[in-house]
């Protein structure tokens, strides 16, 4: 397996390693539209991956190595309720309980990531100030 391409197994699309060699799992359960528990992505499993890895790389994370990433431009990259009404435009990547499990990750619009971490989005222009300014304030 290629870092770029994935491989299905029964759990979701698995890709890597990353630069770092995390493994990544797109989880099917947050692919699956109608559960009201689960945030849904809505973008390509690559492109999916491509927010971790960039989490990842350029060390998007808080002081619990919890992850976070966006999409230039502040995309739509999820939706949640069962009608798929509510988008969610920041991805959240918990460390893996077990040090030998894949890492994998939702969307999300009820979790903030740190200050630290929107103003460089905003620095590197993922986002612009008046977004970083409504993400601060959790009006996303």
């Not at 491989?7 to 109608?34: E, N, Q």
Request: a positive charge; proline letters at 6%; aromatic letters at 12%.
């Amino acid at each position: 397996m290629s870092a770029d391409t994935g491989k299905m197994t029964p759990d979701g699309m698995i890709f890597g390693p990353t630069k770092s060699g995390k493994i990544y799992l797109c989880a099917k359960w947050h692919r699956m539209v109608g559960n009201p528990h689960k945030s849904v992505w809505t973008i390509s499993h690559y492109e999916e991956y491509l927010i971790f890895s960039t989490s990842d790389e350029k060390n998007w994370r808080d002081d619990k190595n919890t992850y976070w990433g966006i999409k230039k431009e502040f995309e739509v990259i999820g939706k949640h309720g069962i009608d798929q009404n509510i988008e969610y435009r920041i991805a959240k990547f918990q460390i893996p309980p077990n040090e030998n499990d894949v890492w994998h990750g939702h969307t999300t619009n009820a979790d903030r990531p740190p200050d630290d971490i929107i103003k460089i989005w905003e620095n590197e222009a993922y986002i612009s100030k008046p977004r970083a300014k409504s993400i601060r304030k959790g009006k996303i």
